[in-house]
């Protein structure tokens, strides 16, 4: 017989705590203003910059952009480090228009482009993205970065002034409701234990693990709920 594991012994199909994308696509917790803005700036056919470390929520709103504006591949995708020298705006764009695009080598018009790992862009790759931007091909343009200290030209710089969006300020309260939205008012996992494994790393994605982390320890030492002693190892 199978062993349960920590989350089938308290009810769980899945492991309610799982940072892959694809189980909580539409969690952002604290982030609806800005998903709100970036989506308001591509209606708008303006340039953004969203930053932010690993495990913060960048994937989960350029896939939030792909779902509401992604009918007839109107989105184009590109993640910054497969580059092998400058991108190739051209060939996204004719890629982008599907078989006699491709055929006739006619790049598509009004495209909107998402380059994930921006902090990647070479100046060149900057100067060629406004311009195809100023010709009509691309509409509108979402930057994902990393790095706040992103390397900028100037004219990218004018660009996203008012329109930089920084992740990963999750508060305390809000890793609190990001738990309960995962797990209900389950009694295992208590608020005030919430708030000291939220202290001990505030990165959405670290905390998570380390709430399942600190339940699967709690489960094997046999306690009713997680206590202080469970978090020493976190």
Known sequence: MKKLTWFHHLGFYTNPFSIKPAMYDNELLGYGEIIDK???????????????????????????????????????????????????YDTLLRKSGGFFSRLFRIKSKNRILLLDEAQEMSEDDQKSVLDHYGDKF????????????????????????????????????????????????????????????????????????NCEEACRIAFEDEAKGVKEKHLKSL
């Open 38 to 88: 970036v989506n308001d700036n591509i209606a708008e056919g303006k340039l953004s910059l969203v930053v932010g470390p690993y495990g913060t929520g960048k994937t989960t709103i350029l896939k939030g952009v792909i779902a509401k504006f992604g009918g007839r591949k109107a989105v184009i995708y590109y993640n910054c480090v497969q580059k092998d020298g400058d991108i190739d």
């Open 138 to 209: 691309f509409r509108a343009i979402v930057l994902v970065s990393k790095k706040e200290d992103i390397s900028l030209i100037k004219e990218v710089k004018d660009a996203i002034k008012d329109s930089t969006f920084e992740l990963g300020k999750l508060s305390e309260s809000e890793a609190i409701e990001l738990v309960r939205r995962r797990i209900g008012s389950l009694d295992f996992l208590p608020d005030d234990i919430i708030a000291k494994i939220f202290r001990e790393n505030t990165n959405p994605r670290a905390f998570l693990k």
